[in-house]
C-alpha cells in the first residue's frame, strides 16, 4: 500500500495531538499502510527559527515529505490557527513539496470555535503547497480524547466514529489518487 508521513505540528511533549495522531496511525497500519511519524517538536528549534534549510533535521524532513505517497498533518490550534511550529517547517519546505500527494488535515482544541481552523488556516497552506487531493479534515475537542494511566488512548464515541471515516477516506483516497510527476 502506500506510505504516509503522520506529521504532529504540536510543540508539546504531552500532546492531545500528537497522542491522537499516534493513536490513528495504528488505524492506517491496520489498513495496509507504512505510516512514518514526524514530530516536529523534536526538530532542534536553531533550524526551525532559524530558517536553516540545510541543518540535516530539515533535510531529513523534506526527504520524508518527498517519499511519502500522503501526509496527515495534525495541529493543536493556538489562537485560530495551526501552530507555529508547523508554520516554521512548512515554510522551510520546498514551495511545491505536497505535489501529488494525499493530504488529511486533523485539528485539536479546546472549544468548537475553532472548528474552521482546519479550512480557514490550515487547508489554503496544504493547496499552496501543490496537494493533489486534501481529504475532508475533522476537528476533535481536547474533552473528547482521554489519556488513561496505562498511556493508552480512548475517544468519545461520537468523535471516534468522524475520525474513523476521515481515516478511512484518506485511505481509499490514497488508492485513488494518481501520482504527479514532479516537474522536471
Do not use: C, N
Request: aromatic share 4%.
Amino acid at each position: 500500500m502506500a506510505t504516509v508521513l503522520s506529521v504532529s505540528g504540536s510543540p508539546s511533549a504531552s500532546s492531545l495531538t500528537s497522542r491522537l495522531l499516534r493513536h490513528l496511525d495504528e488505524r492506517l497500519v491496520a489498513l495496509g499502510h507504512d505510516v512514518i511519524p514526524l514530530d516536529v517538536r523534536t526538530i532542534p528549534a536553531e533550524a526551525l527559527l532559524g530558517a536553516d534549510s540545510r541543518h540535516p533535521a530539515i533535510v531529513e524532513a523534506t526527504e520524508l515529505f518527498a517519499h511519502a505517497d500522503g501526509v496527515v498533518v495534525g495541529t493543536p490550534v493556538y489562537k485560530a490557527s495551526y501552530s507555529g511550529v508547523l508554520k516554521a517547517l512548512l515554510d522551510l519546505l520546498p514551495q511545491y513539496a505536497l505535489t501529488g500527494k494525499t493530504v488529511l488535515p486533523l485539528a485539536t482544541g479546546g472549544s468548537i470555535a475553532h472548528v474552521l481552523a482546519i479550512d480557514y488556516a490550515l487547508r489554503p497552506v496544504l493547496t499552496s503547497m501543490g496537494a493533489a487531493h486534501t481529504v475532508q479534515g475533522w476537528f476533535t475537542l481536547d474533552k473528547d480524547i482521554t489519556v488513561h494511566d496505562d498511556g493508552s488512548l480512548s475517544v468519545a464515541p461520537s468523535a471516534a466514529e468522524a475520525l474513523t471515516q476521515v481515516v478511512d477516506q484518506f485511505s481509499a483516497a490514497l488508492g485513488r489518487t494518481p501520482l504527479l510527476a514532479a516537474a522536471g
